[in-house]
């Protein structure tokens, strides 16, 4: 794979729903109720129910890893939480949307992508970036 600087990655649009936040907790064993329970959840101050941050930083990894075609690729990757994902209690869930960016080429064959991640226009994950290995 071969990139330069501005090259954009695959828009990466996903639905997280419920269902999937129940999957995640049984796989992470992160069952706090803020996740699942409507009530808990407004009264600890939130909107309602979230999606985990770190299956919302999971699935923003997947725009990288699927650009690159090989998760091993993926040297270094962070983000800052900026907002929680709100999951109705719906069958179509939250929309999670991954935008990619080649900000800077890097020794050794890497590049730094800038990523930009948003549910329902707002930012979720502010200061994504991850490394990756090119080639």
Do not use: C
């Not at 064993?29 to 999606?51: K, M, Q, S, T, Y």
């Amino acid at each position: 794979m071969t990139a330069e600087v501005g090259t954009e990655l695959p828009e990466l649009v996903v639905r997280v729903t419920r269902a999937d936040l129940v999957r995640y907790a049984g796989a992470s064993g992160d069952f706090n109720p803020i996740h699942w329970n409507e009530r808990v959840a407004r009264e600890v101050g939130l909107p309602g129910v979230i999606a985990h941050g770190m299956l919302t930083m999971a699935l923003a990894a997947r725009a990288v890893t699927g650009w690159t075609g090989d998760p091993a690729a993926l040297l270094e990757y962070q983000v800052r939480f900026g907002r929680p994902v709100v999951v109705p209690d719906d069958d179509s869930g939250a929309e999670l949307t991954v935008r990619g960016t080649v900000a800077a080429l890097l020794d050794g064959g890497r590049a730094r992508v800038d990523l930009t991640v948003t549910s329902e226009g707002e930012k979720v994950l502010s200061l994504a970036r991850a490394v990756v290995r090119l080639g």
